[in-house]
Structures are given as structure tokens and as C-alpha cells.
């Protein structure tokens, strides 16, 4: 098993000396080149998690493993992409993703071959030249997923990498992303609290529970790829996934409904309902 984590709780000691429970008893086991996605309403401990994996912080209890080594640490078989990626403003396309390499100690020819390869895989060559701020918002979720890429990390570490996209650039990056993933054979945990992103993407939905943080269900999505998102079997999950996150998000603060109710979800479920409807009817297909 590529990732183990057994048994794992994480306590914050907040205001007051409050001993605060953000993860209690999480069990999840990652195969090699397996597509996971994290799912649940913000605060449930996704991102807990994901940096407990990468090696930015540790678990209070439990364990987490990455090839039956405990993690101790940060390490080259991980490489975490978040949501807004840190890229350096002063470097160019391809400087920041030459970076990694420079450090390890890559020579420089290599260094920009690899680095141009990549850009090239996330279509971005004919902006190598270009520093940060001239790209958009997509084109800069995409370089950081080559300067991540270049390392060759066993694991990618996702956390909302396309939380602040428009709907149209986040769609298209998924699917890019999809293609990276079944090019490279990376082992991909992806958090999210957008559903159909994640039923799109994964092979596996870890759904989260909050009060306190905790794995309430797991999912498998048996639908070949590249996936519709109109695929009546997805939209069948993605009812099944909204009422189970519905009890959870009815016990957090109502503020955080947004979340995972995006009103362009409206329609989509209101069209399935009808299909169940015609379904229990019997004038299914
Ligand atoms: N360093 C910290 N100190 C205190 N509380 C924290 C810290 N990091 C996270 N938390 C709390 O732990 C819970 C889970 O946070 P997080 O993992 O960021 O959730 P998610 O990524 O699912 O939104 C939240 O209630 C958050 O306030
Ligand atoms: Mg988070």
C-alpha cells in the first residue's frame, strides 16, 4: 500500500487552552497510481489530513505512512499543489519550474529541458518566457502542476487546486488533469467541496464528517474515462453524495451550505430528480 494512514486523530489546542478534535480515528489506504479524492464541507479536516500526509504536520495519535515508512516529514515522493500556488513573481514559466531542480542540484541544461517538457504538458510552452502575473488564474494553476510534475513525486498532493477558477477554466483543467494522471500513473489525493468535481475525477470518494473531522463514507466511482458529467450513473452518485453531506452540513453553521450547494447544482439536481421520477414511473429508457 502507497499511503496507510491508521487510526490517525489530530487535536489543535485553540483559545483557552481548548483542546479542539480536527481528526478522530481516520483509517485510508492509497494503492499506487489510485485517483482519491477528499470530500467534505470546509472545516471537516481535508486539509488537515492532506499536510499530515505531506509531511507539514503530524498526527496527534495514530500514524500515517507512505511506503510503510511513517512519515517524519516533507519528502521528494510528495509534492502538494494548493489552492493558490506560491509561485515566485521575480521567476518566468520555466524558471519556476526549473526551481525544484536547481535545488536538487540538477545541471542547468537538463534542468530547462525537463522544465520545457512539462510546460509542455500542461500546455503552457509558448508562455515559458512569461512571469506569473501575466498569466490568468488557469495557466497558473497549470504551471504549478508542472513545477510540481518536474519532481517526479510518487504522490501529488492536491488541495483545491481549482477552488478559484471560473466553472468553464475548472472544467477544462480537470479533464487535463485526468489526462496527466492516466499519462504519468501518478497516485493523485485530491481535496475538494465541489461533489461533481470529485466524482468526476476520482476513482475513490473518501466523503468527511465534521463534529469532530472523520472518513463517514467511502465511494467507489466504477465509471470508465473520460467521464460526462451528464452521465446519468453521476448524477445518481451525486444525489446519493449531497444527502449524505446534507445531515453533515445541517449539523455545522448553515453559512457553510454555499460550499457545497453551488447554484449551478440546481438545475442539474432538479433535471435528475425529474429522471428519478420518470424512473420510479417505470418510463425509464
Ligand atoms: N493550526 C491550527 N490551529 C487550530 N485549529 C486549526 C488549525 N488548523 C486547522 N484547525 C481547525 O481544524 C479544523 C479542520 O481544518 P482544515 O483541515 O483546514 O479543514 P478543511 O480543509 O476541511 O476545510 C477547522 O475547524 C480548523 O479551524
Ligand atoms: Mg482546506
Known amino acids: 500500500m502507497l499511503v ?42 481535508k ?16 500514524q500515517a505512512a507512505v511506503d510503510g515508512k511513517t512519515v517524519h516529514g516533507p519528502g521528494p515522493d510528495r509534492v502538494v499543489v494548493f489552492q ?18 536547481k535545488v536538487a542540484g540538477i545541471e542547468a541544461k537538463t534542468r530547462r529541458r525537463k522544465a520545457l517538457e512539462y510546460l509542455q504538458m500542461v500546455q503552457l510552452s509558448q508562455f515559458a518566457g512569461e512571469f506569473p502575473h501575466q498569466l490568468s488564474g488557469g495557466m497558473r494553476q497549470r504551471l504549478a502542476m508542472a513545477r510540481a510534475l518536474v519532481m517526479n513525486p510518487k504522490i501529488l498532493l ?3 487546486p481549482f477552488a478559484a477558477l471560473d466553472e468553464q477554466t475548472r472544467g477544462k483543467l480537470q479533464g ?33 464528517a465534521t463534529g469532530p473531522g472523520r472518513i463517514k463514507r467511502e465511494l467507489f466511482i466504477p465509471i470508465p474515462r473520460p467521464r460526462n458529467p451528464e452521465d446519468t450513473r453521476l ?15 445541517a449539523r455545522v453553521n448553515p453559512g457553510e451550505r454555499k460550499n457545497i450547494q453551488e447554484p449551478a447544482d440546481e438545475g442539474i439536481i432538479s433535471s435528475l430528480e425529474r429522471r428519478i421520477g420518470a424512473i420510479s414511473r417505470g418510463s425509464w429508457m
Not at 47 to 62: E, Y
Not at 85 to 99: D, H, I, K, R, Y
Open 4 to 45: 496507510e494512514i491508521k487510526n490517525l486523530s489530530k487535536f489543535f489546542i485553540q483559545k483557552a487552552g481548548h483542546k479542539f478534535t480536527a481528526l478522530s480515528h481516520v483509517n485510508l489506504k492509497v494503492r499506487q497510481g489510485e485517483f482519491v479524492a477528499l470530500l467534505g464541507p470546509s472545516g471537516c479536516g
Open 47 to 62: 486539509t488537515t489530513l492532506l499536510n499530515i500526509i505531506a509531511g507539514l504536520d503530524h498526527p496527534s495519535a495514530g
Open 84 to 101: 493558490e500556488s506560491a509561485l515566485f513573481p521575480w521567476l518566468t514559466s520555466v524558471q519556476n519550474v526549473e526551481f525544484g531542480l
Open 158 to 160: 492536491m488541495d483545491e
Open 176 to 208: 487535463d488533469l485526468g489526462e496527466i494522471w492516466e499519462n504519468t500513473g501518478k497516485t493523485i489525493i485530491f481535496v475538494t467541496h465541489n461533489i461533481r468535481e470529485a466524482l468526476i475525477m476520482a476513482d475513490r470518494v473518501c466523503i468527511f
Open 235 to 249: 448524477l445518481l452518485m451525486e444525489k446519493q453524495v449531497r444527502e449524505i453531506l446534507r445531515e453533515e452540513i
